[in-house]
């Protein structure tokens, strides 16, 4: 098959990470798929972590992050699932040999220094940062398909985010929205969204037969979606929620209109918006998405409600915050930047 | 013991009346608690629903619903987990014979005819219906205490309903919320909440990983809220949501206020409201309610955060639909009545 | 490619049935899939169930039961997913039709006759059944692969029966259980095992937090399991349980052995009988499967435990009910009929 | 109140020390209940344990353990909800202090050197230790309230081994169990019985929608069954299960009777034996408890099912791990050592 790369990825530990390894493994165009692991962090922690489902873990290996093993593996791409701090220290390195990255982290959304502020980045730290953060492309295949294309660097979006840019960016972009009377986001996430780190929060007890708000006005991902969808951070509340299940976001969001409109208008909004869109699916009214719709494949699904008087607008929006959140995305950058189909490897 | 009287409860089959017969059964005042059963209804149906954790059924008895039976063991309270319909062509009857009736529908919650048609109540239908429609009292409280003392007819409010009007109550009264602006609740209830009816939406595979929204800006409890808040339904947006839990509430709640507040007048006006009331917890910042913590209690757990520029405020409010949500709230109502302790049989 | 083949499937309604509709949609040797529908089940029905995860069902069309409709699409092969008794009613017909049939209900699992009376089938109805009865294949392919790959009709197996059989058949072949002393198999199952239809028993209030055991000593499923390994009803205990989980079946089996044997021969045993068998993975001791790691795959997971003495030993087999445990396993049977690699359709 | 005692409590950090504390808080008979704190554990922590579910921690005070304190207080009876390790060291210093002692841990339940082994002491530590050890007793009341009674230190027993214990003693003492031929407890048990650490295996993610088996043959509960049922080691096989529930435990127990038996033989011989026994419920065939009946009850529910040839048993066995199983049991413990009714603040 022609166009088939060489890749790697390193973080295949945690949940998003163990899906990415998953999903690169059966892609189609993926000639090659290294498993990387930093220094410290053990084999055995890894194959633990990638394979606890596995029978053995023959046959797998993790090589210790080295940029001459990957030239000489003729690596054209990396992945990386690791933490902030991580892909913020590594990405410069990794450009500079030549590879093109994909990072699920936040290290690299932010255009705004406010924003990048929640995450503790000092941007004095390096000319190179500075030009890599103006550089790197924020990867919401559905929104900025070109850019991604050419991307060096691709920021893999936020899960919270992915659900509620989506849901926004067609009615922004057509002006039907009432901005300065605020845009609220009620989000609910499943607990693999808070990591795979033992907590006391991510205790079974703690979660089974609960629902609980937390990071109120104050959520990382605030930054993000406000900056692509160019709204003042005034105008926006998010309430994230974690949910009793293992994965999948729901995100109900509300806003005011503009002008009075009816049903039909919002929803041609909708289609035209994402026509040709293989990864969005627009549901019809009366019709609601669910989580379980969406959960297990790459889709981000859409509906809506319009109050009788035509001026108030409920979006529910839905994702797999493994897949379309975090893992499938990365995939469909991969697809975009490479040019192959964006369902590849993903169905 | 002194004032102790004789009860009559119908309709112990459903999830609430179940809860109500349990705390009923174990009330220090009430003397006696006779078990009704409605025509066609067997005694086994009866015994299978209330007593199914019970090895055998022996010393239970459910007797047919006769008003001399009920005169005859000198029954003064009757009350009623029944459908709406139900209660509201025996509540007239009830009344007539002397008793004093706390009903768990939504018969008798509405004053609005509009609300009303909600529930596909013709008014018309008798003189009675519509004096006793005047006469029955909302049966909250924290709110109207003083009227549920000398009610003849206690309508228990919707468990929805409590979660948002106990949430709201205090700052509007101290008219802090800007109601032109929009008030918006979006609400997540466990599954005992939707009843007991084996449905495909009640199916444990259809909710189990799963969250759905539902009855967007057209649920019943709409009516009672907008009632006694005494706002516009056009101001308000209320989006329930079926949670993948057994039961509780939590309700998000997003208001603009109409000058820049402090997060302590906030708080200082919540607990003047509700200094000296048993059953709600104010919970101090940053400290939020969640579901697990209301279960099992009669309590209404109300939280908030406020944003930095003090004008748009998140409030959280969690109840156990089975108890303050129903039944625990039915008995809190009894107490009233008779005069005893807010907290009798409720601890 | 050649060797494509067209087929159809009654029953795209249950969980198993939706299942399989995906799986033979997405099967590289499946040519065609006609869905149909039985007599006086209405298309919208159909389409409600199968594709509630769509946004529209557009595209998708259910066809009445019509052989000469099958003939002229030149079907090959009609798959099954109904009740018992439509199966035993309609795969005579659709045999002397000429077609090939894999059904996956009860209806002709069983040789003799006072297991089928489990199902209510009186075999004196029809010199056909009787006949069918007889050359019907068990479709368990890690057993009986030769048989299935030239069979006509093919019983696709229970999915309890499914993780007991394949746990205890290779022990059994090298006779190193002592029978007499009694096999016991504690299995539990998730919900989607009780079927789709919404009852008191699936009700999410009724499941969740809980668990139950029920039909103990009488299920459906020891016919087939004592028939297969050929050991004695009185031999055999089976106690199923009710998970509060949507899928996956433990079943966790207490076995006497003959003689005093070591861990590594029970594990020699176990992977010289499943040597090349692509869908049976053997745990390396002291690892044990649990339900998640078999989920969404059509594995059969198997490991064990042996006690200090040697003499007693504790196997713990995994599936998913509705892959290895229902549809997952038609098409593995599909595969083995047309001689096509195990693997397909199902990676 | 005549007979009202001083009691303290050290450890209500974990799920069953909160409970105890929540319980001994509302006990009619307990005078004063003093929450004590560890050197190095700070109040704080402790607060947010045990009243996590409190608006706020006004009121509570956690004092440092001081024997001398606890005598200025007048405190006759401490409760322990320690790690092992701890109750081992503190408990002789508490018994020559004159003080009583229910201890919720392993460390006083084990009479044989054997299985204290799996615990890790070594009894030639102490001259003390070695003494209580004979003369702590097994704080099962239905098997040894005589014993409870007039003990100083009573142990009370694991969650594991008491719905074990309680089903199979009637059956032992009637000498109905062919032991030889081996009894097997195939346990399942909810996530609070694994402690509050946060580790992975106690993670939302890795328990929701999964079952695992673990500790096969070599489970810590073992000993006291083996000791308190008085059967030999090599005839009892027990397999917990991690449940995807917060709270509960079944048993699932099989045994082979002596001859053949009558259902009505077996249940005789149950509820002859807890006669009068307040917090066992012997379900009459064909109902079978379920872990929802017992949740948030003292109970332990018995039930069975006899093959229809009569010598073959399967008993189920529920408790809820926090009370029966813990907390609830120590309160009964306390209520035999006092005299008092075995349901004080238990109801």
Same mark, same amino acid.
């Not at 090659?32 to 962090?41: A, H, M, S, T, Y």
């Not at 979660?207 to 993000?224: I, K, P, Q, W």
């Not at 009214?285 to 109050?307: E, K, M, V, W």
């Not at 192959?340 to 169905?347: N, T």
């Given at each position: 098959?022609?166009?088939?790369?060489?890749?790697?990825?390193? @973080?295949?530990?945690?949940?998003?990470?163990?899906?990415?390894?998953?999903?690169?493994?059966?892609?189609?165009?993926?000639?090659?798929?290294?498993?990387?692991?930093?220094?410290?962090?053990?084999?055995?922690?890894?194959?633990?972590?990638?394979?606890?489902?596995?029978?053995?873990?023959?046959?797998?290996?993790?090589?210790?992050?080295?940029?001459?093993?990957?030239?000489?593996?003729?690596?054209?791409?990396?992945?990386?699932?690791?933490?902030?701090?991580?892909?913020?220290?590594?990405?410069?390195?990794?450009?500079?040999? @030549?590879?093109?990255?994909?990072?699920?982290?936040?290290?690299?959304?932010?255009?705004? =220094?406010?924003?990048?502020? =929640?995450?503790?980045?000092?941007?004095?730290?390096?000319?190179?940062?500075?030009?890599?953060?103006?550089? =790197?492309?924020?990867?919401?295949?559905?929104?900025?398909?070109?850019?991604?294309?050419?991307?060096?660097?691709?920021?893999?979006?936020?899960?919270?985010?992915?659900?509620?840019?989506?849901?926004?960016?067609?009615?922004?972009?057509?002006?039907?929205?009432?901005?300065?009377?605020?845009?609220?986001?009620?989000?609910?996430?499943?607990?693999?969204?808070?990591?795979?780190?033992?907590?006391?929060?991510?205790?079974?007890?703690?979660?089974?037969?609960?629902?609980? =708000?937390?990071?109120?006005?104050?959520?990382?991902?605030?930054?993000?979606?406000?900056?692509?969808?160019?709204?003042?951070?005034?105008?926006?509340?998010?309430?994230?929620?974690?949910?009793?299940?293992?994965? @999948?976001?729901?995100?109900?969001?509300?806003?005011?209109?503009?002008?009075?409109?009816?049903?039909?208008?919002?929803?041609?909004?909708?289609?035209?918006?994402?026509?040709?869109?293989?990864?969005?699916?627009?549901?019809?009214?009366?019709?609601?998405?669910?989580?379980?719709?969406?959960?297990?494949?790459?889709?981000?699904?859409?509906?809506?409600?319009?109050?009788?008087?035509?001026?108030?607008?409920?979006?529910?929006?839905?994702?797999?915050?493994?897949?379309?959140?975090?893992?499938?995305?990365?995939?469909?950058?991969?697809?975009?930047?490479?040019?192959?189909?964006?369902?590849? @490897?993903?169905?």
């Amino acid at each position: 098959m022609t166009g088939r790369i060489r890749t790697a990825l390193l @973080g295949a530990t945690g949940y998003a990470g163990v899906e990415l390894a998953r999903l690169l493994g059966n892609h189609p165009q993926v000639e090659k798929l290294l498993l990387l692991r930093r220094n410290g962090v053990t084999k055995d922690s890894y194959a633990a972590e990638l394979f606890s489902a596995s029978p053995d873990s023959n046959g797998f290996d993790f090589h210790p992050l080295d940029w001459g093993f990957l030239k000489r593996h003729e690596v054209q791409l990396l992945l990386l699932a690791t933490p902030h701090q991580v892909s913020r220290s590594l990405v410069p390195e990794a450009i500079a040999e @030549g590879l093109r990255v994909i990072d699920l982290s936040g290290a690299w959304r932010l255009k705004q =220094a406010k924003h990048r502020s =929640a995450y503790g980045f000092r941007d004095e730290d390096s000319i190179t940062a500075s030009e890599l953060t103006s550089k =790197a492309v924020y990867g919401l295949p559905e929104l900025s398909g070109d850019c991604i294309a050419a991307a060096t660097l691709v920021a893999n979006p936020g899960c919270y985010a992915t659900s509620i840019i989506l849901a926004l960016a067609p009615l922004l972009k057509a002006d039907l929205i009432n901005c300065e009377h605020g845009i609220i986001s009620d989000s609910k996430s499943g607990v693999s969204g808070a990591g795979k780190e033992p907590t006391e929060r991510t205790h079974f007890v703690s979660v089974a037969d609960n629902l609980s =708000a937390y990071s109120v006005f104050n959520h990382r991902h605030c930054g993000e979606i406000v900056e692509q969808l160019n709204i003042s951070s005034s105008e926006f509340i998010f309430t994230p929620h974690l949910l009793p299940i293992p994965r @999948g976001i729901m995100s109900t969001i509300y806003v005011r209109l503009k002008c009075m409109t009816k049903e039909s208008e919002i929803e041609s909004c909708y289609r035209a918006f994402y026509a040709g869109k293989r990864w969005v699916r627009v549901f019809a009214t009366p019709r609601l998405p669910q989580i379980r719709f969406a959960l297990h494949t790459n889709y981000c699904d859409l509906g809506f409600c319009l109050s009788d008087d035509g001026w108030r607008l409920v979006i529910v929006s839905c994702v797999d915050n493994l897949l379309k959140g975090a893992a499938g995305q990365a995939v469909q950058n991969m697809n975009v930047m490479y040019g192959w189909g964006e369902e590849k @490897g993903l169905q």
